[in-house]
């Protein structure tokens, strides 16, 4: 397997990761000899990780598109960890102009730029090899936006930095966003009776897979090769509101409750 490091040089659009921008742990210089490891279970779920994109993970983005609406034509978009790029894609069908499709493992990003070379290459679709960080957005911003800011910023599934740091993340995030923006998180609930069953304890059809991503994801947490911080509801729309500067924040209506849709409008 090859070192985070390398396979930064490997996958077009932003690749080099400078020291400033690594996520904020382990602090501060040496970086214990974990760290490198921390991401490195998505390159285990990378090859078949389209695969696994369910009927579950298609309806949260019909719920996230319902909820945008028009907002998607013509906008400037950052979709942070965002795997084979199948929520990409979604979006320049529903008319975005520009899709910064970023992810910290190379193995998804290389699935992007598969699925979606024509994009890549005409400059609508710009594959981002960077660990999401606050100091990325105006990076972003300066180098390809000429200073601009996004209309729509989504983490799907991706926000599992510890909760400091998605603070810093967001909080970045917010002074990057356009006027009428929007910031939108996706994020599995953190009470595991929400997350996998109904009405108290009952089994729904999903609940073995739900069960399986769970399990794998506290396993990889354990080891240390995956960050994996969850929110309740109430969680995330609290830490939403801190990073909101006075912005409405709110639930995106979705009947997935083993998910929680949480938007701050700018
Ligand atoms: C569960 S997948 C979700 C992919 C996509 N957003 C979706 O919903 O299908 C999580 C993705 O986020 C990426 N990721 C996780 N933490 C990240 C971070 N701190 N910076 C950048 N990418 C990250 C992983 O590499 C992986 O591709």
């Known amino acids: 397997m090859q070192s985070y490091e390398s396979d930064a040089r490997m996958v077009s659009g932003v690749e080099a990761v400078s020291e400033a921008d690594q996520p904020a742990e382990p602090a501060p210089g040496a970086r214990k000899p974990w760290a490198k490891l921390r991401f490195r279970s998505w390159d285990i779920s990378a090859p078949f990780y389209r695969w696994t994109y369910i009927d579950v ?7 996230l ?3 945008l609406g028009p907002r998607v034509q013509g906008a400037v978009v950052a979709d ?12 320049l069908n529903h008319g ?19 699925r979606l070379a024509q994009a ?28 601009d800011g996004f209309d729509v910023v989504l983490f799907k599934r991706s926000l599992y930095v510890k909760r400091e740091q998605a603070r810093a993340i967001l909080s970045a995030v917010m002074a990057q966003l356009n006027t009428g923006g929007v910031l939108a998180v996706v994020h599995g609930e953190r009470s595991l009776r929400r997350y996998a069953f109904k009405d108290g304890w009952k089994p729904t059809r999903y609940t073995p897979y739900h069960l399986f991503n769970r399990l ?26 801190e990073v909101a500067l006075g912005h409405q924040v709110e639930t995106i209506p979705s009947a ?10 700018a």
């Open 256 to 265: 997935q409750r083993a998910y929680n849709l949480a938007a701050v409008l």
């Open 80 to 91: 942070c960890g965002c795997g084979p790029g199948v929520v990409t894609e979604k979006f």
């Open 65 to 67: 598109f319902a909820y």
């Open 120 to 147: 890549v290459a005409n400059g609508q679709v710009t594959p981002v090899h960077q660990p999401v960080t606050a100091a990325l957005f105006p990076n972003l911003s300066e180098q390809f936006l000429e200073g």
């Open 216 to 241: 794998i994801s506290k396993v990889s947490e354990k080891l240390r090769i995956n960050q994996y911080t969850l929110y309740t509801q109430e969680e995330l729309l609290t830490l939403l509101a």
């Open 96 to 114: 975005a102009a520009r899709v910064m499709a970023i992810d910290v493992n190379a193995g998804m990003l290389r699935q992007v730029e598969d």
């Open 57 to 63: 993970a298609h309806q949260l983005d019909e719920d």
